[in-house]
């Protein structure tokens, strides 16, 4: 693992962790107003399920994902700080258009190309932290960056509730929109902190030596296949709860505005103690153990995992309904510090960025995009079928498929400790 430059512990170092976690809030806001927006929308536009599953599903995601791996190759080439801005404005502008939406196919069109310009952030950010943190601290930048998850989506929510009945949800995306492309603006004057001479004058590795260099990698280390399946397992019921606004209204009996409140206040504030838990925990549990990081996440899901299936069939006023919102906002928060940091220990780091965007776009075609899209027919089909509560028992099947990460990450940190054995051999 390349050290950073300046150890890690400069105040341009957090400095540049901070304005890359307010990005992907902005990011996470964007990404989530469909789903924050749902009982708004879904009505507003005539949608079904089934359409409104492949809206946050397949048709952002494939074109994000796919995009992703190509910026992350690009990110390793080219100017970081510009190639974030110029995205930004990009997706920004996009946000504002979609405010215009008639119906399914003109919502459609500007997601696929807001799925293209988001993809560039987070393979980029990665690489970014990657030269300015130690191996020891990077568990813990990688959980702070990630905070952005669960406060854009609390931020989202909360638009939601509090502006939605108050200006419509088409304003809230020209608002949000708007306050994009300025960030982006200030985005641009940042400089590039490429580590150990690859500054803007230094020689840029070739575009044909960085694929050679990612396929080795990949396919040189079970470690690392068997931690990207863990995550895309997880993604399933992520992609799943694409739905649980429409869950809470329609089977749990919410009012839309107040739901929406009160799950971007969880949200934000539980998810972002599960980010600081997972990036510090897990830095802590490899140094005090010396076992892999993903042991620490077999542990976590285990002890999470009865909560989280229990809240989908419990009523309204149950105690563990309300502690598995609580629950569930956490473990995404916790899950990305020590998988995107053991991702990052498992590979070389001159293709950082191209193999976290390999991740995330196995994360978001595969997890995402099948857990979204197979719920929004799932649910389809339940209704049909006239089965009560065709939510609940969607999101538990999506939980149980889930839970298969368990093994995933057991397997992985076998490997590791096989890898560790036959190095010191």
Request: proline residues 4%.
């Amino acid at each position: 693992m390349t050290q950073p430059r300046d150890g890690g512990g400069t105040e341009a170092g957090y400095g540049l962790l901070v304005l890359l976690t307010l990005m992907n809030v902005l990011n996470f806001v964007d990404r989530q107003l469909l789903a924050s927006f749902a009982n708004y929308i879904v009505p507003d536009l005539g949608l079904t399920n089934t359409e409104f599953g492949l809206l946050t599903g397949l048709v952002f995601i494939v074109f994000y994902a796919v995009a992703g791996l190509f910026m992350g190759g690009l990110a390793d080439l080219v100017h970081r700080p510009r190639l974030i801005a110029t995205a930004m404005l990009a997706w920004s502008a996009l946000t504002a258009a979609s405010g215009l939406a008639r119906n399914f196919v003109t919502l459609a069109i500007p997601r696929v190309f807001i799925g293209v310009g988001e993809s560039a952030l987070t393979p980029t950010a990665m690489s970014l932290l990657a030269d300015r943190f130690p191996p020891a601290k990077l568990g813990f930048a990688t959980g702070f960056y990630y905070m952005g998850v669960p406060i854009g989506v609390g931020v989202s929510l909360l638009v939601a509730g509090v502006l939605g009945e108050a200006i419509g949800w088409r304003n809230c995306f020209f608002l949000l929109g708007g306050l994009g492309v300025v960030f982006s603006l200030v985005v641009f004057q940042v400089k590039e902190t490429r580590a150990h001479g690859r500054g803007a004058h230094a020689e840029r590795p070739k575009l044909g030596e960085l694929i050679k260099v990612f396929i080795g990698a990949v396919r040189g280390s079970a470690a690392l296949q068997l931690t990207i399946l863990g995550g895309v397992v997880v993604h399933f019921i992520l992609g799943a709860a694409s739905f649980d606004q429409l869950w809470l209204v329609r089977e749990r009996g919410f009012e839309r505005s107040d739901i929406a409140i009160i799950s971007g206040a969880i949200a934000t504030f539980s998810g972002v103690a599960g980010n600081l838990f997972g990036g510090v925990a897990s830095d802590r549990w490899v140094a005090a153990t010396g076992r892999s990081r993903a042991m620490f996440m077999v542990l976590l899901l285990l002890a999470l995992l009865p909560v989280n299936l229990a809240y989908r069939l419990a009523p309204a006023d149950s105690v563990f309904f309300w502690v598995g919102i609580v629950v569930a906002y956490f473990q995404l928060g916790a899950f990305y510090g020590p998988t995107f940091s053991a991702v990052q220990e498992l590979c070389p780091p001159q293709v950082r960025s191209t193999v976290v965007a390999f991740y995330i776009m196995a994360l978001n075609v595969v997890g995402l995009g099948l857990g979204v899209t197979g719920s929004g027919i799932l649910v389809d089909r339940l209704i049909a079928a006239e089965v009560t509560h065709p939510y609940s028992w969607t999101l538990f099947a999506f939980t149980c498929l889930s839970a298969l990460a368990i093994p995933c990450y057991f397997l992985a940190a076998r490997a590791v400790g096989r890898a560790r054995a036959l190095a010191a051999a």
